[in-house]
């Protein structure tokens, strides 16, 4: 049998191996503490401000703070556009233990309907549950007061007050102060190119027409800015800073809503409108477009069923006749062209030629017939202009020649834009060879010449043109940018803004001017005036001119009937003039569309206009200066 080997253990070897290994991990150890202290060092030391930075934009928040908008009034310190509470009921949704049947609650007690409900889903899932979100944005003063005595009903829901445009006088202003509506993609695309996104960070509304849109820089504001403390969810705790916001500049305008609401009571149902400007610096009193429609609606976003009744309506309500319709000026012209052919010397002040209602070029079969089938016998400039000869007019521009007429007619500003604050405005059309050639690549013929004699053919213009062309004349050759920006409140003050004057006409013979005033002066208060009916007992003395716009051809045989017409194919109604006479104060358009004769339907318009505007005067002079000496010299016989 053999015996069992007894092993003795190797301590030293044993104690050699562990110290190696108890180094080894020593030294593991200390290098991840030196790396640990490394990092420690790299993050509290080199890379503080980098992370202290960091943290405090997850800490810190800046918000920004809109603007009141800007408010705006009349010449009268009347308010036209205004800043108003409105009140939205809002849910915070993580306050809300049933959602569906809160909802449902509101509903019973206020009327909220489908498609609302579906606006506030929607906008649930874009914001976070412990911020409002509004439910209905407009509550009027009864749902307020019904709310408010069961909200104990309804923990989370809240009625918050807000600042909103409104426009007190609705449809009477729309076209010439505008509107503001909800900012949209296009909107923050050309703030963007502007670098103006900035300012537009917490605004919401923006200036889409107008007054409104033209004048947005000056009616927006500053942007103010809001420092606080957020939470790591992004709850509000505390306000560190607060920098307010710059409201918008409150404007004065030339405008006179007095005058602007007569415009609209004498329009009545008409479509047409009507612009008054103050001849001594352009500014404009009244500018208003029939018809029109309440801005309001656009504020907090119009129905899809009112904005196809706007847009499908055969009256055009969308569009600013003022600015934007264009029509043919017809004899409203006359005087302008008469000034022309007296500078020329293609007729003198003593000039006469006898009308028997029928024009007729040498060898050339088309007959032109006066609207007077009698003709007007002899005929001067003054009397011409008067009596509205056709027939004059249509010799003189055969005489003048189309060049000569449209060069001198761009001097009053016709084919090119007035230079008023809006941006919806037509530059109308002035005639001319290069016209007619890009248009249409025909030549310029006689006929064609004969036609903007009267004007008519391819001419047409805007209202406010053919007014701003009256006080050129008013001016003796002075034409002033038409304006309706008076100026800037300034800490109680209105700061006025200057006239804006464009190159003057020259004349070579100034005693022209008073030739085609003094026939103006004729149309309405000498015996055959166009417009005498129409001014007939006015208690101070105006002048003017009627034009009768024609829109359809007749046959040379044929005679003009406008019950066999359509009403759209009717003539437009024209009128031109200022008054008082001697100073004048205002100067008038007014341009109605397929109502007939100037004369019998817009003079009269005119006459209300300005018996409104006069009032309260009992300065003026009402007595032709010709009748005074004639009675003077029948008391010394």
Known sequence: MAKNRVTIKDHTAEANLFARRTVIALLVVGLMLVMIVSNLYYLQVTRFEAYQTRSNGNRIKVLPVAPNRGLIYDRNGVLLAENKPVFALEVIPEEVEDLENTLIELGQ????????????????????????????????????????????????????????????????????????????????????????????????????????????????????????????????????????????????????????????????????????LDPNNGGVIALYSNPSYDPNLFVHGISSKNYRGLLESTDRPLINRATQGQYPPA??????????GLEEEIITPEFKMYDRGRYQLKNVSHIWRDWNPWGHGWVNVTSAIEQSCDTFFWDMAYRLGIDRISE???????????????????????????????????????????????????????????????????????????????????????????????????????????????????TVNREKGGARDAFKGAKYLSAGKTGTAQLVSIAQDAKYDADSLAE???????????APYDAPEIAIAVALENAGGGGKNAAPIARQMMDYFFKDRTDLVSIPPEQEQDDSEEELN
């Open 408 to 522: 001198s007619m761009g001097e009053f500003g016709f084919g090119e834009y007035t230079g008023i604050d809006l941006y919806e405005e037509s530059d109308g059309i002035l005639p001319s060879r290069g016209l007619k050639r890009a248009r249409e690549n025909q030549p310029w013929y006689i006929g064609d010449t004969i036609s903007v004699g009267i004007g008519q053919g391819y001419w047409t213009a805007t209202p406010l043109q053919l007014v701003q062309s009256v006080t050129t004349l008013i001016n003796k050759g002075t034409r002033y940018v038409p304006q309706i920006k008076r100026g800037k409140w300034n800490s109680g003050d209105v700061v006025l803004e200057p006239a804006k004057e464009l190159r003057p006409i020259a004349m070579q013979n100034e005693a022209n001017w008073d030739v085609v005033l003094d026939a103006m002066y004729g």
């Open 109 to 276: 007690l206020l009327y909220i309907d489908d498609e609302e409900i579906a606006d506030f889903k929607q906008e649930l899932k874009r914001q976070r549950r412990f911020k409002p979100v509004a439910l209905r944005n407009r509550l009027n003063v009864q749902e307020v007061a019904i709310f408010s005595a069961n909200q104990h009903k309804f923990p989370g829901v809240t009625v918050e007050a807000r600042l909103a445009r409104h426009y007190p006088y609705q449809a009477a202003l729309t076209h010439m102060l505008g509107y503001v509506a909800r900012i949209n993609k296009k909107d923050l695309q050309k703030l963007s190119e502007g670098g103006l996104d900035a300012n537009y960070a917490a605004t919401h509304f923006i200036g889409k027409l107008g007054v409104e849109k033209y004048h947005e820089e000056l009616l927006h504001g500053q942007v103010g800015y809001q420092e606080v403390e957020v939470n790591s969810q992004g709850r509000i705790i505390r306000t560190l800073n607060f920098e307010p916001p710059i409201p918008g500049q409150d404007l004065v305008l030339n405008i006179d809503v007095n005058m602007q609401l007569e415009a609209q009571k004498v329009l009545e149902d008409r479509r047409g409108s009507i612009v008054v």
């Open 331 to 340: 004899s409203t012209v006359k005087p302008h062209l008469a000034l022309v």
């Open 568 to 578: 759209h194919l009717r003539d437009n109604a024209m009128y031109v003039g200022y």
